[in-house]
T-cell receptor, first 115, second 110 residues
Framework: DTGVSQNPRHKITKRGQNVTFRCDPI?????LYWYRQTLGQGPEFLTY????????KSRLLSDRFSAERPKGSFSTLEIQRTEQGDSAMYLC?????????????FGPGTRLTVL | AQRVTQPEKLLSVFKGAPVELKCNYS??????LFWYVQYSRQRLQLLLR??SRESIKGFTADLNKGETSFHLKKPFAQEEDSAMYYC????????????FGRGTSLIVHP
């Protein structure tokens, strides 16, 4: 499968714990996005990388959230001191520079439940 | 700031009936608009984008800048069209931050 992969697929944690998610984009894609999706809503943009550079961060991304993309390959999203409000599906997407549009290819998501 | 509105949370039709999923946007520049679809237990995937002016699985969408709309249409719905549909906007000018609507669940009854 050469699509975007995310691990783990599910994570249950207790409030206050730290969690880390991983995203492996399509290999030739230089752009990588993280989104959060809660029930009844569309994906909400969190942050975006072009290669290893983190170019944009949403106001939604509090100080407890940090993302990295070392060497412009896979990316990790860490949430520190999780809160119940962090429970959501976390989606990763990647895209390549292919003209004026930016078709994003999504991973299956990581569902986080904070107890 | 850009915004995408999908006024219907749920659209229920019978097989063979026409379908129109509404999408309205708010953006001062020239946007790129997309429709994404998520079938049951599958990942979100691109259905079509306005710049391509294409028809995918019988669906079409026309950008109406006057009405700031990008409605998705299909003349004859099929049961396999049942899915969650998201309209998305990409702002012009180099920002690659997309804005998604909340989605419309389409159910096509046999």
């Amino acid at each position: 499968d050469t699509g975007v992969s995310q691990n783990p697929r599910h994570k249950i944690t207790k409030r206050g714990q730290n969690v880390t998610f991983r995203c492996d984009p399509i290999s030739e894609h230089n752009r990588l996005y993280w989104y959060r999706q809660t029930l009844g809503q569309g994906p909400e943009f969190l942050t975006y990388f072009q290669n290893e550079a983190q170019l944009e961060k949403s106001r939604l991304l509090s100080d407890r959230f940090s993302a990295e993309r070392p060497k412009g390959s896979f990316s990790t999203l860490e949430i520190q001191r999780t809160e119940q409000g962090d429970s959501a599906m976390y989606l990763c997407a990647s895209s390549s520079r292919s003209g004026p549009t930016d078709t994003q290819y999504f991973g299956p998501g990581t569902r986080l439940t904070v107890l | 700031a850009q915004r995408v509105t999908q006024p219907e949370k749920l659209l229920s039709v019978f097989k063979g009936a026409p379908v129109e999923l509404k999408c309205n946007y708010s953006y001062s520049g020239s946007p790129e608009l997309f429709w994404y679809v998520q079938y049951s237990r599958q990942r979100l995937q691109l259905l079509l984008r306005h710049i391509s002016r294409e028809s995918i699985k019988g669906f079409t969408a026309d950008l109406n800048k006057g009405e700031t709309s990008f409605h998705l249409k299909k003349p004859f719905a099929q049961e396999e069209d049942s899915a969650m549909y998201y309209c998305a906007l990409l702002a012009s000018g180099g920002s690659y931050i997309p804005t998604f609507g909340r989605g419309t669940s389409l159910i096509v009854h046999p």
